[in-house]
Nanobody, 124 residues
């Protein structure tokens, strides 16, 4: 069964840190590029960060560069999004996704598989 399971979302005060995890099952995880997206209420999913299958390509949206770090552990079939210095505008539902193009980093509609989403709320 192909599945992506996310965890790590929480309510946190501004300036705090969270680490999101996304574990795949039923996939040859190392063949896929990975992406983290977020969705605000009433909006479409926007890319936050992505990484190619070999880790050579890493990208961040400008608003999170320097604060968020994407990583992957192919042995554990898991991708992580370390989020530091969180701001209220980071509040959203966060999704991980797998893209069958190894050097992907493509748009949301081009992703092949999605996690269930995890809520991140940054508020004092």
């Amino acid at each position: 069964q192909l599945q992506l399971v996310e965890s790590g979302g929480d309510l946190i005060t501004p300036g705090g840190s969270l680490r999101l995890s996304c574990t795949a099952s039923g996939f040859r995880f190392s063949d896929y590029s990975i992406g983290w997206f977020r969705q605000y209420p009433g909006k479409g999913r926007e890319v936050v960060s992505c990484m190619s299958s070999d880790g050579d390509i890493v990208r961040y949206v400008d608003s999170v560069r320097g604060r968020f770090t994407i990583s992957r552990d192919n042995d554990k079939k898991t991708t992580y999004l370390q989020m530091n210095n969180l701001k209220p505008e980071d509040t959203a539902v966060y999704y991980c996704a797998l893209d069958g193009i190894p050097r992907g980093c493509r748009n949301a509609y081009e992703q092949d598989y999605w996690g269930q989403g995890t809520q991140v709320t940054v508020s004092s």
